[in-house]
């Protein structure tokens, strides 16, 4: 179970979450890239290194037994705020398609490089998955 924290007065942010309060067995997931299972970049556009970087996110998830509802928690690291904020309607549809709902804590920051010279963008995620 998690919940969205708003504090009272503020208005709900778009896109995210201020903060999540969720219990059960916690899932940390480390920086995914745009690339494919076997490490190859099929693109170098930044919508679709998005999308595959979320899929990712996704797939690591599900091998802990989790769902894409039990995030709680992303960090975005982007190459190029403009080309991040040129795609958000690309990035926001996929988003929906493959996490579903924005009650997720999340920042995103412009850094200089990223480790692989072709990535344009990586996400880390925390997620917590219900006891049963």
């Known amino acids: 179970m998690k ?4 504090p009272a007065g ?12 969720a219990t059960g067995t916690q899932v940390f997931i480390a920086g995914q890239i745009g690339w494919d299972e076997q490490a190859r970049f099929r693109s170098g556009d930044f919508a679709d290194q998005a999308a595959q970087a979320l899929r990712n996110v996704v797939a690591v998830l599900e091998a802990a037994g989790g769902r894409p509802e039990h995030l ?3 960090t975005w690291y982007v ?5 991040y904020l040129a795609s958000l309607k690309a990035i926001g549809a996929v988003f929906r398609e ?4 924005y009650d997720i804590a999340m920042s995103a920051v412009q850094v200089v490089a990223l480790i ?6 990586e996400i ?4 917590v998955i219900p006891d049963r």
């Open 116 to 121: 692989e010279d072709e990535a344009k963008v």
């Open 79 to 83: 190459t190029d705020k403009r080309a």
């Open 98 to 101: 493959l996490i579903g709902d």
């Open 72 to 74: 709680v928690r992303m």
């Open 10 to 21: 503020w208005i709900k942010p778009r896109g995210y979450a201020n903060g999540v309060a």
């Open 3 to 6: 919940k969205a924290l708003l």
């Open 124 to 127: 880390e995620a925390t997620a």
